[in-house]
């Protein structure tokens, strides 16, 4: 009986769904992270209404079984086909709108709220979550983080999962190694397997302003001690033999770069934190923030007040919202962007692959699929999580160009989250407005890499231990010092 198969297309059991609800997946979304349930070729249609009467009988209410938002294409449809439909001819706005809060009836909390902690943590994303769990290697485990909805529903669950170093800065390649350092050991000190693949990042220059930028970069690089290197077309060939040699002069090869699977490491980081005593709430919305005498005094939620002593700002492209209820005001501005998974292939590519001059980028999965994206230049600011076919026809006419072999191959799903832009392309760290209201945002397309080494050095700083410089390189008073240094390595 438990080995009923309820999701045909991901082989999901009925003993699957079951098992996932027992260990706390109780809605209908973070379920389908969970177990796979609705992400094949079908997208739930044959399978939704089977797990949601289980969750159902399993005691799910109705608030948690809201079924997902389906989304193009209705069924698998391969890349050469959607190449030759004209962008130009969609409209910017088209797309499946989908809201970026939980839609009502909104599940219950995950647990009662205390009345008071010393640290709460607004967001549950990668920044939040890591934040929580460095805190609690640090022996700080009254730990609050409040979670708007489930976790995995803002970027951090909406991602690439690549992980690199390649990047333009002393800084940022420090960061970058580090966190590379710590992804490679989670799944050995968590317990949690995160399909880490140390495949490397391949980065294609097509013209000559490109291979100065790549030059640059490799100086910083090869400085910090990496094994970055500028290659020819014909090299990049011999680790990507299905590459168009004609779209590209040179690249950069690191080998040490690599891709994870995103969703993992936030159940990683939420159970391992909880397991040394930090609490974690999902669908506990932070609404206002209580600030008197220059200082955060408690949030408010649904559920009731919370007094605490730090209160972190970890939302991500919400980031701006919240900092508003308690009056500050951050620059950040959001950005859908937008991704695709295409149907399961065998081995053929090793490292992700991203074209600077459109801003393509692609890897494969450990399951065959390849994950993709592409930046649009066109994208108005503000949060969207709808899917375009302006999307899947600009991401189809650069991959079949630049590896004319994809042209067969189906993509399965799309789907998009917000990158969280600041003014130079760098996060805002420390302290604003209120002395005890610490930001962690701004990380654009590039904080699930950069967690895991920030979340240290915040850590550090909380607990008195340390305080890195990028805590006064980042600060939000940069922007009124002067002119700040733009980080031009953005992929997207
Ligand atoms: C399509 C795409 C591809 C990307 N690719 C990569 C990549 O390959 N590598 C990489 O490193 N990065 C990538 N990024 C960027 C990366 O995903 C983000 O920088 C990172 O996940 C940000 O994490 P976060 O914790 O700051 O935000 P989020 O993950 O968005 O978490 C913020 C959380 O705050 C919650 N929240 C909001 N308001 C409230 C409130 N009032 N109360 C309580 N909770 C609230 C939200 O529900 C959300 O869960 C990509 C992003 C996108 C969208």
Redesign the pocket.
């Known amino acids: 009986m438990g080995k009923t198969i309820l999701c045909a297309c991901e082989d999901v059991t009925l003993s699957e769904v079951r098992r996932a609800f027992a260990r706390g997946h109780r809605d209908l979304e973070s379920v389908k992270r969970y177990t796979g349930f609705g992400t094949g070729p079908c997208q739930g249609k044959s399978c939704l209404a089977a797990v949601v009467q289980e969750l159902l009988r399993l005691g799910a209410t109705p608030a948690e079984i809201n079924p997902f938002t389906p989304r193009p294409p209705a069924q698998p449809v391969d890349f050469g086909t959607l190449a030759g439909i004209d962008p130009d001819t969609l409209p910017l706005d088209e797309g499946v709108p989908v809201p970026p809060t939980p839609r009502p009836p909104v599940p219950a909390s995950s647990g009662p709220v205390p009345e008071r902690a010393s640290v709460v943590i607004?967001?549950?994303?990668?920044?939040?979550l890591s934040l929580a769990h460095q805190l609690a290697l640090r022996g700080v485990t009254d730990v609050l983080v409040?979670?708007?909805?489930y976790l995995n529903?803002?970027?951090?669950?909406?991602?690439?999962?690549?992980?690199r170093a390649q990047w333009s800065t002393p800084t940022m390649v420090r960061l970058g190694l580090r966190s590379l350092q710590l992804f490679r050991s989670f799944a050995g000190e968590t317990g949690v397997n995160v399909w880490f693949r140390r495949g490397g990042y391949l980065f294609l220059a097509p013209d000559g302003a490109q291979v100065e930028r790549l030059e640059r970069n490799h100086a910083v690089q090869r400085q910090q001690g990496m094994r970055t290197r500028i290659v020819s077309p014909d090299e990049a060939c011999t680790i990507v033999p299905e590459l168009d040699r004609s779209r590209f002069v040179a690249a950069s090869w690191n080998p040490d770069d690599g891709v994870v699977f995103p969703w993992p490491f936030l159940w990683g980081y939420a159970a391992a934190a909880q397991a040394r005593g930090v609490t974690v709430r999902t669908f506990?919305?932070?609404?206002g923030i209580e600030v008197s005498g220059g200082l955060v005094r408690s949030v408010l939620t649904p559920h009731g007040r919370v007094r605490c002593d730090t209160l972190v700002n970890?939302?991500?492209?919400?980031s701006p919202?919240?900092a508003r209820l308690a009056g500050v005001a951050l620059p950040n501005r959001p950005t859908r962007?937008?991704?695709l998974v295409s149907g399961p292939l065998k081995p053929w590519l090793g490292p992700l692959v991203s074209n600077l001059g459109n801003g393509l980028y692609f890897s494969q999965s450990q399951r065959g699929e390849i994950v993709g994206?592409m930046g649009d230049p066109t994208e108005p600011a503000g949060i969207s999580h709808g899917s375009t076919l302006r999307f899947l026809s600009r991401f189809s006419r650069a991959i079949t160009e630049l590896v004319p072999g994809t042209a067969g191959v189906p993509v399965m799903r799309q789907w998009?989250?917000?990158?969280?832009v600041t003014p130079d392309n760098n996060p805002i760290l420390g302290p604003a407005g209120p002395a005890n209201f610490f930001q962690l945002?701004g990380?654009?397309?590039?904080?699930?890499?950069?967690?895991p080494a920030v979340t240290e050095i915040v850590a550090d700083a909380l607990t008195g231990r340390a305080r890195d410089e990028i805590l006064d390189r980042f600060s939000l008073d940069r922007f009124e010092r002067g002119p700040a240094v733009r980080e031009d390595f953005i992929i997207?």
């Open positions: 607004v967001g549950g994303g990668i920044l939040g409040l979670e708007r909805s529903a803002g970027a951090s669950g909406r991602n690439g999962g690549g992980v506990t919305p932070v609404s970890a939302c991500g492209a919400w919202e919240v962007h937008e991704i994206g998009a989250g917000n990158y969280d945002s990380f654009v397309g590039h904080g699930f890499m950069m967690a997207g």
